[in-house]
């Protein structure tokens, strides 16, 4: 563990489908002194997540689905993302890769690793992996949708690349990783 920390105490708060923690900890600050502190911390493990773009076409293929967290912050449940999910023990390359077909039914090829991002790093352990695949007609095996058995429903949306950036700027689109991989294609696409 890192030198400027004394961890002092940990306190399971829950531990259901993710696991929350409290810690108590001693931090050593740049000028030497130690400042006690509070934190709580969510871990449900790490995620890799795919941007679909289609290069003759110039459109990308993105994924619709319900997420409750959204719904009480006060925006659109309805949210607009890149596919994405955790690891559940697997490579990110491998979990990208299952996740593009279980939500879009595309079997991606050319697949790029862009970079990866903690797009909450004050209270999610989450790293998300991020990644640009090819898709086209060829690439399509099923009609994807997701798990109905594990509550999803997804909707596929086809965009323009160049709708999908009108759409982060007027708020449409808000999520980080679909936010961050659209604009790197934008930026290193042509
Ligand atoms: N029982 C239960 N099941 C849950 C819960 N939260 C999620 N699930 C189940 O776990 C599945 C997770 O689906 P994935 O496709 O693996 O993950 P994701 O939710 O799409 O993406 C994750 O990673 C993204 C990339 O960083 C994140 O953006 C996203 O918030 C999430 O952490 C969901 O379909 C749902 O069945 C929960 O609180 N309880
Ligand atoms: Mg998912």
């Not at 400027?4 to 105490?9: H, V």
């Not at 289609?54 to 959204?70: D, G, H, I, M, S």
């Not at 903690?118 to 640009?132: M, N, Q």
Request: charged share 30%; net charge negative.
């Amino acid at each position: 563990m890192d030198e400027r920390i004394r961890k002092i105490d940990e306190q399971l708060l829950a531990h259901d489908w993710g696991k929350l923690t409290k810690v108590t900890l001693d931090y050593q600050r740049n000028d030497g002194r130690w400042q006690r502190m509070s934190r709580e911390v969510y871990d449900h493990g790490s995620a890799a997540a795919m941007l679909l773009f289609n290069p003759a076409r110039e459109t990308v293929l993105l994924v619709r689905q319900f997420r409750y967290p959204v719904l009480e912050n006060g925006d659109n449940p309805d949210f607009l993302e890149v596919c994405a999910g955790l690891l559940d023990g697997e490579a990110p390359e491998i979990a990208a890769m299952r996740e593009a077909l279980e939500e879009t039914g595309h079997a991606p090829t050319d697949i790029r690793h862009i970079c990866d991002i903690y797009a909450s790093p004050g209270s999610l352990t989450e790293k998300c992996h991020l990644f640009i695949g090819h898709y086209d007609e060829a690439t399509r095996q099923t009609a994807g949708g997701g798990i109905e058995a594990e509550g999803e429903e997804i909707e596929l949306v086809e965009l323009d690349l160049a709708e999908a950036l009108t759409m982060i700027a007027d708020g449409r689109i808000l999520d980080a990783k679909t936010v961050v991989l659209l604009q790197n294609l934008a930026m290193t696409w042509r």
